[in-house]
T-cell receptor, first 110, second 116 residues
Framework: RKEVEQDPGPFNVPEGATVAFNCTYSNSASQSFFWYRQDCRKEPKLLMSVYSSGNEDGRFTAQLNRASQYISLLIRDSKLSDSATYLCVVIPGGSYIPTFGRGTSLIVHP | GAVVSQHPSWVICKSGTSVKIECRSLDFQATTMFWYRQFPKQSLMLMATSNEGSKATYEQGVEKDKFLINHASLTLSTLTVTSAHPEDSSFYIC????????????FGPGTRLLVL
């Protein structure tokens, strides 16, 4: 089993739709979790950290489920500009080195 | 947020050439920087962890003699691809910890290397 797994997609949704991605991780001692966004041919940029209690930033909601070892990202009211690859990042317990998921591609169409 | 720069952003070179890529933390000191490589439609692959003042730690399968890393100061790490070949063509990205949250990665804009 890979350390961090994501469905590569693509998720093809219309503007205004709500879309959710999951990311599973194998190391139960993992402590830190993040969602990054990567646009085509660009570097990843931090979208949001994922806290144990869940957190929201505008149209974006991130949640952590430790029991099932996954994190999720929910995007409401999708915009065309949300089209990108969303990378799940996990920092395993006892390490400061992040592990990246393969990324989930989102395409928002008019 | 913290700013990380990379130079050059594009490199096109002939096979056998050595290429140096610089990664700088502009507004903070980074004792640790990471070097990643990303092939098209694939995830970022960690190549090595660059530690200021000491030898880099390379991931399994990454040739340390081919990918030379130097982290001589708290704001600069360099990756040199020695005797580059076409299969080394890739997107090379560095990252460093930010000040506010030492576990948050801030990435440089990346360097696209094309070896002919």
């Amino acid at each position: 089993r890979k350390e961090v797994e994501q469905d590569p997609g693509p998720f093809n949704v219309p503007e205004g739709a709500t879309v959710a991605f999951n990311c599973t991780y194998s190391n139960s001692a993992s402590q830190s979790f993040f969602w990054y966004r990567q646009d085509c041919r660009k570097e990843p940029k931090l979208l949001m950290s994922v806290y144990s209690s869940g957190n929201e930033d505008g149209r974006f909601t991130a949640q952590l489920n430790r029991a099932s070892q996954y994190i999720s990202l929910l995007i409401r009211d999708s915009k065309l500009s949300d089209s990108a690859t969303y990378l799940c990042v996990v920092i395993p317990g006892g390490s400061y080195i992040p592990t990246f998921g393969r990324g989930t591609s989102l395409i928002v169409h008019p | 947020g913290a700013v990380v720069s990379q130079h050059p952003s594009w490199v096109i070179c002939k096979s056998g050439t050595s290429v140096k890529i610089e990664c700088r933390s502009l507004d903070f000191q980074a004792t640790t920087m990471f070097w990643y490589r990303q092939f098209p439609k694939q995830s970022l692959m960690l190549m090595a962890t660059s530690n200021e003042g000491s030898k880099a730690t390379y991931e399994q399968g990454v040739e340390k003699d081919k990918f030379l890393i130097n982290h001589a100061s708290l704001t600069l790490s360099t990756l040199t691809v020695t005797s580059a070949h076409p299969e080394d063509s890739s997107f090379y990205i560095c990252s460093a910890f930010g000040l506010a949250d030492p576990q948050t990665q801030y990435f440089g804009p990346g360097t696209r290397l094309l070896v002919l």
